[in-house]
């Protein structure tokens, strides 16, 4: 079972993917592996933090843009969270409920 950020990293690789494909750069797909992830500095940025900075030379876009770019390819993903352009970064505000349940094997019927 992947973790909640090997998740996110995947699903922030395939939109960076869909973004070069876009605009023709001729270049592979990024891996989830060539993502980079960090824990924000304040819990209010969010859970979970991927800075643009990388991907600014190759996109040919300043990070604030690709973030936001992100977000709104990854509007409705389905994963436990919301990723949101916060400056440069794309964070994710996880649905913490989801998330546990996810770790405890609870499928959210509470004994339905």
């Known amino acids: 079972m992947k ?6 990293k995947t699903l922030v690789a395939g939109a960076l993917g869909g973004l070069i494909a876009e605009k023709g750069l001729g270049i592979p797909a990024p891996e989830a592996g060539q993502i980079v992830v960090e824990s924000p500095p304040k819990p209010e940025l969010g859970d979970v933090g991927f ?56 499928d959210g019927s509470w004994g339905r």
């Open 51 to 106: 800075p643009m900075f990388a991907w600014s030379k190759v996109l040919r876009m300043g990070p604030p843009q690709i973030a936001a770019e992100l977000e709104k390819r990854l509007a409705g993903a389905q994963a436990p969270g919301t990723a949101k352009a916060v400056g440069p970064y794309l964070n994710v505000f996880l649905d913490r409920a989801s998330v546990a349940a996810s770790i405890l094997g609870i």
């Open 3 to 8: 973790t909640t950020r090997e998740a996110w």
